[in-house]
């Protein structure tokens, strides 16, 4: 019993020692083997890849012409392959390879041009004013009865120019209105070029120093010598031929003034 006792843990802890070693020469056996096996999976593996990439160069170097070439035929339209450099079976046809074609250049649309708008048709009606009213401009703090008149040419028309005979109206008045407006201070001149003026009537004057007033030279483009030696245009305030030229006379509120030409001898 005392043996058993002193040599129990020596035994035990031998015993599980050759357990173990038993179990790492087994182990180590299996690995061995695994390890082989393992190597030689790599190798035929090796030589697996190897014959297949062989087949597949062989199948790509046979394949990608046609590849290449459908790829080629499905380009857009717009671009056009007339001919292509021969190549053989075994060379790869690029992009760069084809004749480059240039796109056609894609204009704008024009531009559409709105024609302009039709404007509505304006209607102006002008009321034409009898040659006899005078067109008044402005207030004037007095009035005057005004006639210019020719009346003495319509029984000389044959002593007048021909060129000139147009020129005198049917009634012989160029101008006559009631109520020609003035302002005080004003003289028979300065009224009678306003009123030509507004009305259109042709006015020609001279200023003449001896008298030291303005001298009426024609009026309508019928001037004085027209109808005789001695005709012309003189002036009157109420049916009285002043002395004085027609710059120089200042008229009174309610006066007739008359511009009359009178033929010669």
Same mark, same amino acid.
């Given at each position: 019993m005392e043996f058993i006792k002193k040599y129990k843990y020596p035994a035990l802890a031998l015993l599980a020692a050759t357990v173990l070693a038993a179990a790492v020469i087994l182990l180590g056996g299996r690995a061995d083997t695994r390890q082989d096996d393992v190597s030689q999976s790599l190798t035929e593996s090796s030589?697996?890849?190897?014959?297949?990439?062989s087949a597949s160069q062989t199948t790509d170097s046979e394949t990608k012409p046609a590849v290449s070439t459908a790829a080629t035929?499905?380009?857009?339209?717009?671009? @056009?392959? +007339? %001919? =292509?450099? &021969?190549? !053989? +079976?075994?060379?790869?046809?690029?992009? %760069?390879?084809?004749?480059?074609?240039s796109k056609p250049a894609v204009s704008?649309?024009?531009? @559409?041009?709105k024609p302009p708008a039709t404007a509505a048709p304006v209607t102006t009606?002008? !009321?034409?004013?009898?040659? @006899? &009213?005078?067109?008044p401009s402005k207030r004037y703090d007095s009035k005057c009865t005004f006639v210019i008149s020719c009346v003495s040419l319509l029984d000389n028309l044959d002593r007048l120019d021909k060129n000139k005979r147009? =020129?005198?109206?049917?009634?012989?008045? =160029?101008?006559?209105?009631?109520?020609?407006?003035?302002?005080?201070?004003? %003289?028979?001149?300065d009224i009678l070029r306003r009123i030509c003026t507004e009305n259109d009537i042709q006015l020609e004057a001279s200023y003449t120093p001896a008298l030291g007033s303005s001298y009426i030279e024609g009026i309508n483009n019928l001037y004085e010598f027209d109808c005789g030696s001695s %005709?012309?245009?003189?002036? @009157?305030?109420?049916?009285?031929?002043?002395?004085?030229?027609?710059?120089?006379?200042?008229?009174?509120?309610?006066d007739k003034i008359e511009f009359i030409y009178k033929c010669g001898e």
């Open positions: 030589e697996i890849s190897k014959v297949t990439e035929s499905e380009k857009p339209q717009s671009t @056009t392959v +007339e %001919s =292509l450099p &021969e190549k !053989t +079976e075994s060379s790869t046809i690029f992009s %760069s390879d084809l004749p480059q074609t704008p649309p024009p531009a @559409t041009v009606t002008q !009321t034409s004013r009898p040659a @006899t &009213e005078a067109i147009s =020129l005198v109206p049917e009634n012989g008045i =160029l101008f006559s209105s009631a109520s020609a407006g003035f302002d005080k201070g004003e %003289s028979v001149y %005709s012309g245009w003189l002036y @009157t305030v109420n049916g009285v031929q002043p002395d004085t030229g027609c710059s120089s006379f200042k008229p009174k509120d309610g």
